[in-house]
């Protein structure tokens, strides 16, 4: 089994920066595809990013393009979001996720994600 742990999260203004943090144990994780999905009171799950294996291949929803960066270090089992220009709507608990194999086609599932962690809170209010 995988377990995953969020950390990072907090209370931010608009326009401010935010790193998350999910740090993987158990089984190797170095080949799995890890993902970030965020889901805000009211609303289903929702895809944020993804970042493959080795680094070379990120993914992100239009709403983060270009102010969320992928990251991870396998050396250290742990994948990270670096959150800028933040706005209210991307107010949410944002949850690592973990699968191994998974194709770039179906890398934005919510469903095709096999480990989760248990979420931190990310608030963007002024």
């Known amino acids: 089994q995988v377990q995953l742990v969020e950390s990072g999260g907090g209370l931010v203004q608009p326009g401010d920066s935010l790193r998350l943090s999910c740090a993987a144990s158990?089984?190797?994780?170095?080949?799995?595809?890890m993902a970030w999905f965020r889901q805000a009171p009211g609303k289903e799950r929702e895809f944020v990013s993804f970042i493959d294996w080795s680094g070379g291949e990120t993914y992100y929803a239009d709403s983060v393009k270009g102010r969320f960066t992928i990251s991870r270090d396998n050396a250290k089992n742990t994948v990270y979001l670096q959150m800028s220009s933040l706005k209210p709507d991307d107010t949410a608990v944002y949850y690592c996720?973990?699968?191994?194999?998974?194709?770039?086609?179906?890398?934005?599932?919510?469903?095709?994600?096999?480990?989760w962690g248990q979420g931190t809170q990310v608030t963007v209010s002024s």
């Open positions: 158990g089984r190797p994780f170095s080949r799995y595809i």
């Open positions: 996720a973990a699968a191994p194999g998974v194709s770039r086609w179906y890398a934005t599932d919510v469903n095709r994600y096999n480990y």
